[in-house]
DNA sequence: TGACTTACAGAACGAACGTTCGTATAGTAC
DNA sequence: GTACTATACGAACGTTCGTTCTGTAAGTCA
């Protein structure tokens, strides 16, 4: 029994370019079901409901997510360079030619911030721990005498995410093609701010 | 001819409301329609297509902005008073009951960032001038000798509007209740850090 | 190979979408 | 008060939406 789950997951592929782009609310199971080659029960089949497809969707990101941009930067020795490799990744990951659409997940926190349900649920869940993440990286940092003792670490982690955001804001909007570096530096000076 | 633009208005109104929980793309006429209580075709003629709707929500929005961010700061008489007075405006305006679903204008910039057409044109230019408005204040400051010669300006404006957009996502998606103080810590940073 | 299950297509559904049309009414100007 | 226009309604248009059902291939396992 493997067809199925291979043909889920090329649905999968592409809905995550789809949702990239048009957003959660905007992936339809018709159009999805035309890119893909195959007719929309068939599709349907596969998830039983929109909003289970939309889970499934934001579940493959966030799956993608922990293996490309959190996994290396776990690897780095010390609380700094992986909050440097976590910052790297991440802008790296939200540029991919996969993603046509920009981060899926800022678009997605922007989108379901109204919306309750499962799928908001979830998406609080995992962006909690992804601020826990960087916080534990600063912490590590902490730890290593690094930074400062009594640096608020949740207040760092505030910090690091808002340079993303602004990031994806001049890259995707505004097109900046000064965005990158901007986002560079300013991580560069949060975390000068942050020595001991 | 003055009952056209009163109805025009309080469906305006009613679709600010909309469009800040539903984003633009979420707001239907028929719905709004049943929320003013009129007809669908008669809300349709006062706007002609759904685009051109979404372009007057759009500018009922940025006029409102600028009426109540924007305009209070420039009175005030030094750089750094008005960069604080716009930033606790943005955040206080983003939190007005009126906009039940968050800043729309942040909302937009992530629903729109792919969809090329009038609405993203005339969004990125209010967002442009958004963010040279910032910049114009911090060149204010360094004038007055507050800010120190050679402040990277574009570079304050990028983090400065990076932290409302981190308090727009711990605010309205994790519903932080420190996500305020945070922000205000934030720019407190950065204002010192840019200080002579 | 045979029994059985999964995977998919095709047609159809009710609802909602944006839009158009013709018509009645309310408001304005002479 | 009459002539005219702006305003709004109600019905219907063709699409697209998510979803359900039925039939038929294809895949899986004994």
């Known amino acids: 029994m493997q067809k199925g789950e291979q043909t889920r997951a090329s649905i999968l592929h592409r809905a995550v370019s789809m949702a990239s782009v048009r957003g959660f609310e905007g992936i339809s199971i018709g159009r999805l079901a035309a890119e893909t080659g195959m007719s929309k029960s068939g599709l349907f089949g596969h998830f039983g409901s929109k909003e289970a497809l939309q889970l499934a969707i934001l579940d493959f990101v966030v799956e993608d997510f922990k293996l490309n941009v959190i996994g290396p930067a776990l690897r780095e020795p010390t609380g700094e360079m992986r909050l440097r490799r976590l910052f790297g990744n991440w802008l790296d990951w939200t540029g991919s030619e996969r993603l046509a659409g920009g981060c899926p997940l800022v678009a997605a926190s922007v989108e379901l911030d109204d919306q309750p349900g499962d799928l908001r649920d979830y998406l ?64 560069d000076r949060l975390i000068e701010s942050a020595r001991a």
């Not at 207040?155 to 965005?179: M, S, T, V």
């Open 124 to 187: 609080v869940e995992q962006q909690e721990g992804w601020l826990d993440c960087v916080r534990r990286m600063a912490q590590k940092a902490v730890a290593e005498g690094v930074f400062r003792d009594r640096l608020d670490t949740r207040q760092f982690a505030f910090e690091f995410h808002g340079i993303g955001l602004a990031f994806n804001f001049a890259r995707r909007l505004l097109q900046d093609p000064k965005a990158r570096s901007r986002a560079d530096y300013a991580v």
